[in-house]
């Protein structure tokens, strides 16, 4: 099946994902993941690269329960563009990596299922890479996150640098 080229639509989207206002990001994330679903979770890359950078810090997002619709959405987002996005996925990664410390264990398993779809596309070894820089953290939970799944995963561990 082809891929679909959502960029129009999503482009339109960004500056409701950058409104001060939670409800209205919420409405933004809502409608571009209903795009996704219309479009067989299959679309193209291209022109959606300022969405990434938008991703990337929604991830982020000050309100939890945002946080873990984006981290959640990424996972899937990352899925729907399969390997085309391997060169721009390690800041999506990172930044949900970033939540395998959070208190909140629904954002930690949600992180780790969305680092478990991503690793679907990079490959385990690209995602224990980039889990390795964030080992010496002083977050019990995010080592604890880290090496549970260094340990579930050794295969990719042999083929890490």
């Given at each position: 099946?082809?891929?679909?080229?959502?960029?129009?639509?999503v482009n339109k989207y960004i500056?409701?994902?950058?409104?001060?206002?939670?409800?209205?990001?919420?409405?933004?994330?809502?409608?571009?993941?209903?795009?996704?679903?219309?479009?067989?979770?299959?679309?193209?890359?291209?022109?959606?690269?300022?969405?990434?950078?938008?991703?990337?810090?929604?991830?982020?997002?000050?309100?939890?329960?945002?946080?873990?619709?984006?981290?959640?959405?990424?996972?899937?987002?990352?899925?729907?563009?399969?390997?085309?996005?391997?060169?721009?996925?390690?800041?999506?990664?990172?930044?949900?990596?970033?939540?395998?410390?959070?208190?909140?264990?629904?954002?930690?398993?949600?992180?780790?299922?969305?680092?478990?779809?991503?690793?679907?596309?990079?490959?385990?070894?690209?995602?224990?890479?980039?889990?390795?820089?964030?080992?010496?953290?002083?977050?019990?939970?995010?080592?604890?996150?880290?090496?549970?799944?260094?340990?579930?995963?050794?295969?990719?561990?042999?083929?890490?640098?």
């Amino acid at each position: 099946m082809a891929r679909a080229d959502i960029s129009a639509s999503v482009n339109k989207y960004i500056p409701k994902l950058n409104n001060g206002d939670w409800k209205i990001r919420k409405e933004g994330i809502d409608a571009i993941e209903l795009l996704l679903t219309q479009n067989n979770n299959k679309i193209k890359l291209d022109g959606l690269y300022d969405f990434i950078s938008v991703l990337k810090s929604k991830i982020n997002d000050p309100n939890k329960t945002l946080v873990k619709i984006f981290i959640t959405f990424a996972g899937r987002f990352v899925e729907a563009c399969g390997k085309d996005i391997k060169n721009h996925c390690k800041p999506i990664l990172l930044s949900i990596i970033s939540h395998l410390s959070d208190k909140q264990g629904i954002v930690r398993s949600e992180a780790n299922t969305s680092i478990d779809k991503i690793a679907g596309i990079l490959g385990k070894e690209q995602v224990i890479n980039c889990m390795l820089g964030f080992i010496c953290e002083d977050s019990v939970e995010m080592k604890v996150n880290i090496l549970n799944y260094i340990f579930c995963n050794p295969d990719g561990f042999k083929k890490c640098d």
